[in-house]
């Protein structure tokens, strides 16, 4: 059967709105996953979590670093207190579960966080030598490359070992989990992807494969990825 993929949503805290981007599901629509839109509370997290067999956790406004246990810092953008809270809680849940989990730019620093890593609350301030990373570029340019570890699963999915990606973050993650393992890095030596080989499928990405998966057949491999771990854990249930 074809594997649900739960998709989080950003949350526009002032109009009380949700919000995605479509490239998200048509994204995982093509590699062949069913799109299920999620946001809501704690205990909304841990009553669907077991309805799934995958989750993308998508970018948006920084995290609260009192999850690092860390206070702001002026670089500090906007944070969303009930998406942070939904999220943190089901990426444990997801964790602790074996799901299949793929995290995008913001995603990928919440995988971080919640697996007990943090991150640069801001690039420019924290890592003064960093490249751009916030391109002024429309979302499907690729403004800089990346070098993807031989032998990772991201090596394996994308079929290569340097890529090219757009880049449109002022976060990165700063210190890995433990068990954790880097998987690509830009030039200036910031963690650009990074997965848990102990998992079965635990994979976090900086750049955003959503606006790229058209035109860059390594983009759509990392969703068919996904979705190939996901459609396993369907087929074991």
Known sequence: M?????????IDEQAD????????????????????????????????VDRLDGILFTGGVDLDPSFFGEAPLQGLGEVSPRRDSFEVELCRAAYDRGLPVLGICRGCQLMTIVRGGDVYQDLPSQK?????????APRGHRSHSVAVVSGSRLAAA?????LRVNSFHHQAVRRLAEGCQVAATAPDGVVEAFED????????????PEALWRHEPAAAAVFRALVDAAREVRHAR
């Open 158 to 162: 994308a079929g290569c070992e340097s």
């Open 197 to 208: 080989p102990r998992h079965p499928f635990w994979l976090g990405v900086q750049w955003h």
């Open 17 to 48: 709105r949700l919000q995605l981007n479509a490239a998200y599901l048509e994204a995982v629509e093509a590699a062949g996953g069913i799109p299920v839109l999620l946001a809501g509370g704690r205990e909304t997290a841990l009553a669907v």
């Open 2 to 10: 074809t594997p649900l993929i739960g998709i989080t949503c950003s």
């Open 128 to 136: 003064p030598d960093a490249m751009q990373h916030v391109q002024q």
